[in-house]
Structures are given as structure tokens and as C-alpha cells.
């Protein structure tokens, strides 16, 4: 049987987890609340910037062959641009962009690929810098406040070996935030740019715009910009998606806690019984010991 001083101590012990489970529960969803207006403020703007691109692409000046962010090469050389959390204790959160990564990462290597890693977010990079894969470079400790020029550095680093054929394709993974429940891994493709036309021209045909300066010159200045754009969308989707996480961990954190109270206290409750009903026991034998 357990000792009651021992039990009571667990009970304070896991009464004080449960304390900070539910204030880093309160901390997440303030902070939620935050990352995801920032989230949905930015979402119609990288839609905008895709449909903008999208038009100027169809209007039929543009040749793809004349931009090396659009240059199409056979993909022997693949990098992966993942994006996770820089801390943890938000559930299979990281874990889930991690294995999604891995998984990719391997079938790209089944088919003959060189793989390398560019991770921002540091349980990410602390994951891949112990794996055979070839980790380029990491960005740690940004996830927490980040603003456009963060992601514009990122951007740069792979734009830049794109462009000197170091890479053949570029992917992005991040945490894709559907709702305060659910969040899943996403991987897009973020380097060759493909502009895919989206549905037919319609019969009066479309109205005819006049771009001053030229439209290549326009669309030379856009691709970049569009490269930044992707990248600061994955990580605002990424940094709601972790708070979401973590809010949701933390509340069922607390719940177990409070779980386990119930469950100490009963033990408690029966121990400290026991010791009483022994007592009696033997007060009981003694005095029948005495009238004997």
C-alpha cells in the first residue's frame, strides 16, 4: 500500500503541472488569435499576387524561356525548403512536417534524386542535422517574430541556387492551418514558377491591357516577388498552425491532469481508509485482548 505522504505529494506535484498546462494554454490562444488574423490578412493578397501573375502570363507576351526563375530542367537535383516550429509542446505538430519531409525526401531519392534541405524553424533543423540527408543551411530561433524581410532572405538563398543550377526543383513544406483543430503538412512546388491557366477565355474574348513599362519587365520584377510572397504565406500559415497545436495539446494536457487528481485523490481517499479501519482493527484486538 502507498504511502499517503507520497500520494499527497503527487497530487500537489501534478495539481502544479496542471497550473502551467492551462497557462500555456491561455499564452496559445492569445497568441493564436493573433497569428491568425495575421494569416487571413495575408491570404488574399497572395491570392491576388497568383491571379495577377496568372493574367499577365496569358496575355501571350510573356515566353517562360526568357526567365530563369520559369526555366523547366530534368530534376536531378531537388531541394526541400521545410518549415516547422522553433519549440515544441504542440502535440504531433512538428513531427507530422518532419515525417511528411522524410517521406518525401526518400521517394525523390527512390527515383534517382539528390536531395538537399534548407529548414527554417529549429526542431526541424536539430531533426535533419543528425540525418543522412544533406541539410544547406538552417534558420533557427525566427519563428517567433518574423516579418517579410525574414522570408525574403530565405527566398533569396533558394532563388539564387535555382538560378545558378545548383537546383533543379524547390519545394516548400509547412503546416497548412485549416482550423483550430486541424492542421496538416502542405508541399508545393515553389521553383520552377508554372503558371497553369485556369479555365477557358470567354467567347466575347477578355479585355486587352497595355503595360507601361513592357510586360516582361514587369513580370521580370513580379517573379521574385512572388517567391517571397509563398514563403511568408507558408510561414504565417505555420506559426498559426503551431499555436493551434499547441492549444490543443495543452488542453488536453490539462484535462489528463485533471484526470490523474481524480484518480490520486480516490487512491488517497482508500489508502488513508485502510489505515483507519487497520487502526481500529488493532485497537479493537487489544481491548478484546485485555477483557480475555
Not at 499564452?27 to 501573375?53: C, D, G, N, S
Not at 530563369?68 to 537535383?77: F, G, N, S, T, Y
Not at 534541405?117 to 540527408?133: I, L, Q, W
Not at 490543443?248 to 490520486?264: I, K
Amino acid at each position: 500500500m502507498p504511502n499517503l505522504r507520497d500520494i499527497r505529494r503527487k497530487i500537489d506535484a501534478v495539481k502544479k503541472i496542471g497550473q502551467i498546462t492551462r497557462a500555456m494554454n491561455m499564452v496559445a490562444a492569445a497568441k493564436l488569435r493573433t497569428a491568425q488574423a495575421r494569416m487571413e490578412k495575408f491570404r488574399p493578397y497572395a491570392t491576388k499576387f497568383r491571379e495577377v501573375i496568372t493574367d499577365l502570363a496569358a496575355s501571350g507576351a510573356i515566353d517562360p524561356a526568357q526567365f530563369p526563375l520559369m526555366q523547366v530542367r530534368e530534376p536531378k537535383r531537388v531541394e526541400i525548403l521545410l518549415i516547422t516550429a522553433d519549440r515544441g509542446l504542440c502535440g504531433a505538430f512538428n513531427t507530422n512536417l518532419i515525417t511528411a519531409a522524410e517521406k518525401f525526401a526518400r521517394s525523390l531519392q527512390a527515383e534517382g534524386k539528390e536531395v538537399s534541405m534548407v529548414c527554417v524553424g529549429r526542431k526541424g533543423a536539430d531533426y535533419f542535422r543528425k540525418s543522412p540527408f544533406n541539410m544547406r543551411k538552417d534558420y533557427r530561433d525566427i519563428m517567433a517574430r518574423f516579418e517579410i524581410f525574414n522570408a525574403r532572405e530565405i527566398a533569396r538563398e533558394v532563388m539564387n541556387d535555382f538560378i545558378e543550377a545548383k537546383t533543379d526543383e524547390v519545394y516548400i513544406i509547412y503546416g497548412l492551418f485549416i482550423n483550430v483543430v486541424r492542421q496538416i503538412p502542405k508541399t508545393e512546388k515553389l521553383l520552377p514558377i508554372t503558371i497553369e491557366q485556369e479555365g477557358e477565355t470567354t467567347a466575347g474574348g477578355e479585355a486587352a491591357y497595355i503595360y507601361e513599362p513592357s510586360a516582361e519587365e514587369i513580370f521580370q520584377q513580379l517573379l521574385p516577388m512572388y517567391v517571397n510572397t509563398q514563403v511568408f504565406r507558408g510561414m504565417l500559415e505555420t506559426a498559426a498552425s503551431e499555436q493551434a497545436a499547441r492549444m490543443t495539446a495543452m488542453d488536453n494536457a490539462n484535462r489528463a491532469c485533471g484526470d490523474m487528481v481524480h484518480s490520486l485523490t480516490l487512491l488517497f481517499n482508500k489508502t488513508r481508509q485502510a489505515s483507519i479501519t487497520k487502526e481500529l482493527m488493532d485497537i479493537v484486538g487489544g481491548a478484546e485482548a485485555l477483557k480475555g
